[in-house]
């Protein structure tokens, strides 16, 4: 099944007591593609990724990811089906080093047969290699995660994110914290996972979400508000009242 | 392991395996208990120095492993339609079924790891399966603690209430207060701690041991990254069971007794206490903070009985203030690979303050 859309949501609506977080919403993610999620605080961003992975649960709609229902799988079957997550705070495992960290994410490695292993094998190490190229951390291997500067982290986490081999890769605020030079970095990162993934992206930061070229949707009151390019979306008169003296956001501070 | 470890581990063995040549007959009987329960102390290492999970409980799946084989010494060398002792003060008239099966050796020895590994397994299965964590986790397992002491000592028939099961008749045929099965015994136990040390060391290297720690430091994450946790938690606490009732069992053999009084909430704290002092991430931690414990212990309270609960407190308001990572942490500290480390391996550290 290659063709078709990667992940559908439809109609959902995530309610914390009366207050609906996600209402009614609807979204399609084609295969291999960037997609950007923009919106103000509140607007629903989080708790979006938060219902696709299982961590809260929608009271309507549904989520289907490659013609198979997720909505109510949980959490660890959503990975094993094909969708991974980076969150907004760092979440590595401190005390372990930059390679076992990648190492645990590495789906060969869930099982009981991978449990009792003391070392990686050949395939695992060969995969392993790769993301340390791919995220820049080849020097940093031997590094416990904790020690690692915060642009380093927030690559790492997307290492592990590539690393379980889901095909679908949500990155909540990647840039976040970065500096200029280290966003352009990240923003190319993620232009290449492409190739083997598609990239669902939240982020706050124009410059980076200019340097994706990829499509755009703003959310709003957990609403879909509009779609399009960063370009289209800037212009629409909507989304500048929803910014509403915010609006220099939307700007790129580096133009 | 480094060669330098590794040799500072044989010697260490070499030292112990040497103990019944230079040791009292006294000494030696409290080393061998000492080291039987520091079994048990590497299993709180797997779970609550790796896996972060705290077991207030511990003493449970060591009194079990103990009473699996008292029952069997208890039964062993009684006549065919004989009851052990106090069934018959408790006007018992035949043996309970669930007595039966523990007149065979075997069947006792394997009860002794099996049993508590099973318990332990269901216990952590219906907790972890609950998500219940933390400290409610912990809360649960001293419940568990209180209520099979209380169990035991009510059910006087079928335990020895109280008292606990006592005045042991043969295994395999040997008297175990003989003096050359004491020596036996006491091999015996180093066996079964090296066994175990071995077990540890290697799951403290495998895949497992890496997904134990990452639970620990961020147990959400993992399951994001795809893996059901609670399967692999649950596994540690029935090894931690299986650990504590080897320990248990040799305890029970080399002393002569196991009673409620092993297996209730203040043993399973003091059970912790050891693992602190040493260090609740290190097995060598563990096993040396179990030694200098019970022979602190030892000491302390034959000089002056009253003190000791005393000095155990403070014992464990230092650990947790001023060595948070215990002896082992100390020793870790020495010989952690940083920089200066890598450039003067072989640089002794200057000895004392």
């Not at chain 2, 290492?45 to 103990?66: A, E, N, P, R």
């Not at chain 2, 394997?110 to 269901?122: C, F, Q, S, T």
């Not at chain 2, 029935?238 to 040799?250: Q, R, S």
């Not at chain 2, 060595?323 to 640089?347: K, V, Y």
Request: glycine share 10%; hydrophobic share 50%; aromatic share 8%.
């Amino acid at each position: 099944m290659t063709n078709g859309p990667l992940l559908q949501v439809e109609h959902l609506t995530v309610s914390f007591d009366d207050f609906k977080a996600i209402d009614d919403l609807s979204l399609t993610l084609e295969p291999q593609s960037v997609r950007v999620l923009i919106g103000p605080n509140g607007a629903g961003k989080s708790t979006l990724l938060d219902a696709i992975i299982g961590r809260v649960r929608p009271s309507a709609g549904r989520i289907v990811l490659r013609g198979t229902d997720i909505t109510r799988m949980p959490a660890h079957r959503i990975v094993r089906a094909g969708i991974c997550r980076k969150f907004q705070t760092p979440g590595l495992l401190d005390s372990l080093t930059v390679y076992e960290n990648l190492a645990l994410a590495d789906a060969r490695g869930r099982g009981w047969r991978a449990a009792l292993r003391t070392r990686p094998t050949r395939d695992q190490q060969v995969r392993t290699e790769q993301i340390l190229q791919l995220t820049g951390l080849t020097a940093e291997r031997h590094r416990p995660a904790g020690r690692l500067a915060h642009g380093q982290k927030q690559w790492l986490e997307i290492g592990m994110v590539v690393a379980s081999d889901a095909e679908l890769l949500l990155l909540d605020e990647p840039a976040a914290g970065m500096s200029h030079g280290e966003r352009e970095q990240t923003a190319d990162l993620v232009q290449r996972l492409t190739t083997r993934h598609s990239v669902l992206v939240i982020d706050h930061d124009m410059a980076f979400v200019e340097r994706l070229r990829a499509p755009v949707s703003v959310l709003h009151m957990g609403r879909l508000l509009k779609e399009g390019t960063l370009q289209e979306v800037r212009q629409d008169p909507q989304v500048r009242a929803v910014y509403l003296g915010r609006a220099d956001e939307l700007e790129c501070d580096c133009a | 392991m480094p060669r330098r470890e590794f040799l500072v581990h044989l010697l260490v063995l070499g030292v112990l395996a040497l103990g019944p040549w230079w040791l009292s007959p006294y000494n030696l009987s409290l080393l061998g208990r000492f080291l039987a329960m520091s079994i048990l102390a590497l299993g709180l290492t797997v779970v609550w120095g790796w896996g972060g999970f705290l077991s207030l409980g511990q003493g449970v799946f060591f009194g079990l492993g103990g009473y699996a084989l008292a029952m069997n010494l208890k039964l062993a060398g009684l006549a065919p339609g004989d009851l052990p002792d106090f069934m018959v003060w408790s006007g018992l008239d035949h043996l309970p079924w669930w007595w039966a099966p523990f007149r065979h050796p075997v069947v006792a020895l394997a009860a002794v790891v099996l049993v508590p590994a099973a318990v332990a397994g269901l216990f952590a299965w219906l907790v972890f399966h609950r998500r219940v964590r933390g400290v409610y986790f912990a809360l649960l397992t001293q419940a568990f603690a209180l209520a099979l002491a209380t169990l035991l000592i009510s059910q006087q028939a079928y335990t020895g209430g109280f008292n606990g099961l006592t005045d042991y008749g043969p295994l395999f045929g040997v008297h175990l207060t003989d003096a050359s099965a004491q020596t036996t015994l006491y091999a015996v136990t180093l066996g079964a701690l090296c066994a175990c040390y071995g077990l540890a060391t290697w799951l403290s290297r495998s895949h497992f041991g890496r997904l134990l720690v990452a639970i620990r430091d961020g147990e959400n994450r993992v399951r994001c990254l795809g893996y059901d946790t609670v399967p692999y938690k649950v596994a540690a606490f029935a090894l931690a069971g299986a650990f504590a009732g080897v320990a248990g069992a040799l305890f029970a053999a080399q002393v002569g007794v196991i009673s409620p009084a092993m297996v209730g909430v203040v043993p399973s704290i003091e059970m912790l206490i050891w693992v602190a002092v040493g260090g609740r991430e290190s097995l060598a931690g563990a096993v040396l903070g179990c030694l200098l414990v019970n022979f602190g212990k030892d000491w302390v309270s034959s000089a002056m009985p009253s003190v000791w609960l005393f000095v155990m407190g403070g014992l464990f308001i230092v650990v947790v203030t001023v060595l948070p990572q215990g002896i082992g942490g100390l020793l870790a500290r020495r010989s952690a690979p940083g920089p200066a480390a890598d450039a003067a391996p072989m640089t002794p550290e200057p000895a004392g303050p």
